[in-house]
């Protein structure tokens, strides 16, 4: 089943909330709106700051975020971070840690449909790390069991979850390239589980050059992609770079969110956020 990414080929920019503090949120959004940017992928414990628990914030608060966006001509598009504060849970460890991890996961997909936000983005490297005696054959049986339930979920909530390729030096050895991920997703085939395109994994996996024949050959299951560097460095680094993504996507009939993800900056974060947007619309 194709996305519904796919329906046409105008391409929608995004940026997640991971670039910058709780306090510089007013100012990034004002950038966001200067540069043309009319989404915001959300980490829940950065944009709830001040909640108890930033999944369950609260219809106000649900409210009053959705509002504050709107200000500026943004809407929630998708979400990361989706195991943030939740000890214990891991996918393959065992019965126990499972459990806590597809009940945050149900939590994360609750706050989805809340926010009205339709792509959720499953990346956690750590929690998804197969331990030593579990065979590859057997973690993927698990992974497959466990995907499907929460697909099911999902589905029934109009949100899909983008598994996302983690590289070996963010700390996983599960789907650690986009053509596992992409395989683990064409093997599941559930509508409401599908592929995050992360720019920065394939340049970590020194795999730039396919760029373009990735997005042709996985169209059919991306939903969403993050323009992102290794590392979370800022992104893109090149406005060249940003351009091919865009000439990549539009070649496969992409009309979903390209979302920028990088970490916040050390040093002058809303000047460098600044100069990420300017490369992307220049």
Not at 24 to 52: H, K, M, N, S, W
Not at 161 to 184: C, Q, R, S
Not at 219 to 228: A, C, P, T
Request: aromatic fraction near 8%.
């Amino acid at each position: 089943m194709t996305p519904a990414a796919f329906e046409g080929c105008i391409i929608k920019r995004a940026m997640s909330n991971i670039a910058w503090a709780p306090a510089e949120r007013d100012a990034a959004y004002g950038l966001l709106q200067r540069y043309g940017f009319t989404g915001v992928e959300i980490a829940p414990g950065l944009l709830f700051p001040d909640a108890p628990d930033p999944f369950a914030p609260g219809a106000a608060a649900i409210e009053a975020a959705r509002r504050d966006a709107a200000g500026y001509g943004l809407g929630f598009v998708s979400m990361q971070s989706l195991l943030f504060g939740c000890e214990g849970a891991a996918l393959f460890e065992d019965a126990a840690a499972r459990a806590r991890l597809v009940a945050q996961m149900r939590r994360a997909i609750v706050l989805a449909q809340d926010l009205e936000i339709a792509n959720i983005v499953f990346g956690s490297p750590k929690n998804r790390y197969i331990p030593d005696g579990l065979g590859r054959e057997a973690a993927y049986a698990i992974a497959a069991e466990t995907f499907a339930a929460l697909g099911d979920f999902a589905a029934a909530r109009e949100v899909r979850i983008a598994v996302e390729p983690n590289p070996a030096a963010y700390g996983a050895n599960f789907l650690v390239t986009v053509e596992e991920a992409a395989a683990f997703v064409a093997s599941l085939a559930h509508p409401a589980v599908t592929l995050n395109f992360d720019l920065g994994a394939i340049a970590m996996a020194g795999a730039v050059g396919r760029l373009e024949h990735y997005l042709s050959l996985y169209r059919g299951m991306v939903s969403h992609i993050h323009l992102s560097e290794p590392q979370l460095a800022p992104a893109p680094a090149s406005a060249d770079m940003a351009r091919r993504l865009d000439r990549a996507a539009e070649a496969a009939g992409y009309a979903g969110w390209i979302s920028i993800e990088m970490r916040r900056p050390e040093t002058a974060p809303l000047e460098t956020i600044e100069a990420c947007l300017r490369r992307c619309a220049g």
